[in-house]
Structure formats: C-alpha cells, structure tokens
C-alpha cells in the first residue's frame, strides 16, 4: 500500500487536529476478511514492540518518546491490513493542558497497546494494569519505569486502595492516569460493569475525569490464547475522546456523565449494549 502511515504523519495530524482518519488513498479497494494470518502478523506486532521496549529499558534508554513510537506500531498495523482508522476529540485535551483521569471500555487487547501512542503525546501517563503482567521478567521493570499501576483484580478493596494511593502520587508528579473499569475484556459494553474507581481516583486527586469510547474488534478475544485472535480489517479501528469532567461535579456525577458518553458513543458505532 503507498503513502504507508508514519509515526510523523500521525503526530502531526493528532496534534494540530486532535484526531487522525485513515484518507483515501491508504484504504485497499477490497478489504481483508477475519484471519488467522493477520493474528499471527499482528502478534509479531506485539512482541516487537515489547521486544524492543525491554531492550531499551536494558540499557537505559526507554521512556515515554520510545513507549508512544513503539505503540503507534498498533495503530499502523490496523491500517496496514485493511482497517478504516477514526480518532477524534483529543483537541480539548491539547488545550486542557493538565494532568486528568482518563477511562476507557475495554473491548480487546487492542486499546491496551494503542493508548500510549494516543495520549503521551498530550502528557505523560501511568496505566492501571493487571499485577500478571507486572510479574513477567523485565516487562513488569519497564512498565514501572514509565510509572505504571499494578493491581490484581482479585481483592477490590485493595486494588481500590493501590489505585488511589498510587494514583493520585502518580498526579502529584503531574502524570495523567488511565484506568480501565471493567476490569476485563467485553465484545458487548455492559454499563453494570464498568465501575467508578476512575471517578473516586479523580475526586481524590482533585483532577478532572476524561472518558474515551474505543472500538478495538477488529482484534478478536482468542480461544486458546485470550490476546491473541482472529484479525477482522473490515472492522473500523475507532477512539472518540470526550467532554472533560471536572472534579467539582463529584465523584458520581463524573462518573454517570462518563458513562453515558461512552454507552452512547458505541451506540452511535453501531455497536450493541448490554441490558437488564
């Protein structure tokens, strides 16, 4: 495919616009159907990037400018085989200029590697991850080098604790954080489950509350391996930034309007909601 996007165009679009679209000439006339090769590709993808993160951080040169080149990688491959890529709304953010909390719907393994390349270019974050990963030899090392999170999901009342406790130190240290709610993957968005830790975090912080509506099916949830899927290219790759919630609404109420900007956001995508 010509005019292949670069890491260079991307920046330059997403800051001067706050978003980027896949233009014309970048879409194949004929769109790839959901594949077991596009899955083997897109892990490669993968393990480069947390390849080359972990031999950076080995010899002291990873931080937040190589954590967002290396996962733009994400958001190229998606593109590359065949999905439309759509990101909007990060101008507010730009001109924002403060550290937040943002929440995001968790849908696959997708948002998890495109999200640095999306938001450290508007200020350094740390991520709420699961302890799993934190534990994996040297890539729990780098990702607390760039101030990650790690909870485990399996004692809410001291993820709770971590989260604020760490978060608003990570604040302090004028870091955004991101949080992803749920807890786990949902191919079908079930508000119940999408928690307000986000909001409590914020309030505590005295920061505002951002949430971001993603739609990452394109990478299917695995049946033997939960990241690695099938790769469907006529699905979109989307991410819509929202309204900035500022901490004087409260806990609850940023986190009711969070909520609805995201449930109605993939509604507008088309996609299904979960319901009583």
Not at 201 to 222: F, K
Request: aromatic share 10%; net charge positive.
């Amino acid at each position: 495919m010509k005019n292949r996007l670069t890491n260079a165009i991307f920046l330059q679009s997403l800051l001067e616009t706050g978003g980027y679209h896949t233009p014309p000439e970048r879409r194949p006339k004929h769109p790839g159907r959901a594949s077991w090769w596009n899955a083997f590709r897109y892990a490669g993808t993968i393990i480069g990037i947390v390849g080359r993160s972990v031999a950076r951080f080995l010899i002291n040169r990873f931080g937040y400018p190589e954590w967002q080149r290396y996962a733009f990688q994400s958001i190229a491959f998606a593109e590359r085989v065949g999905s439309e890529v759509t990101i909007e709304g990060f101008e507010k953010i730009k001109a924002y200029g403060k550290p937040v909390v943002y929440v995001m719907n968790h849908m696959s393994t997708l948002e998890t590697m495109v999200a640095p390349a999306l938001l450290i270019p508007f200020g350094t974050i740390a991520i709420v991850l699961k302890k799993s990963l934190d534990d994996l030899p040297f890539v729990g090392r780098a990702s607390r080098s760039v101030g990650s999170i790690p909870v485990t999901r399996k004692n809410a009342r001291e993820d709770l604790k971590t989260v604020l406790t760490e978060g608003c130190k990570r604040i302090a240290d004028g870091r955004s954080v991101l949080l992803y709610p749920q807890g786990t993957r949902q191919a079908v968005f079930d508000p119940k489950r999408f928690n307000s830790l986000g909001a409590k975090l914020a309030e505590r912080a005295g920061v505002a509350l951002v949430p971001i509506a993603v739609r990452t099916d394109i990478l299917q949830t695995g049946t033997l391996i939960r990241d690695f899927g099938k790769v469907d290219p006529s699905k979109p790759l989307k991410v819509s930034c929202g309204p900035i919630f500022e901490p004087a609404l409260g806990a609850r109420e940023m986190h009711e309007r969070s909520l609805a900007f995201i449930t109605e956001t993939l509604k507008n995508w088309g996609l299904p909601i979960q319901h009583e």
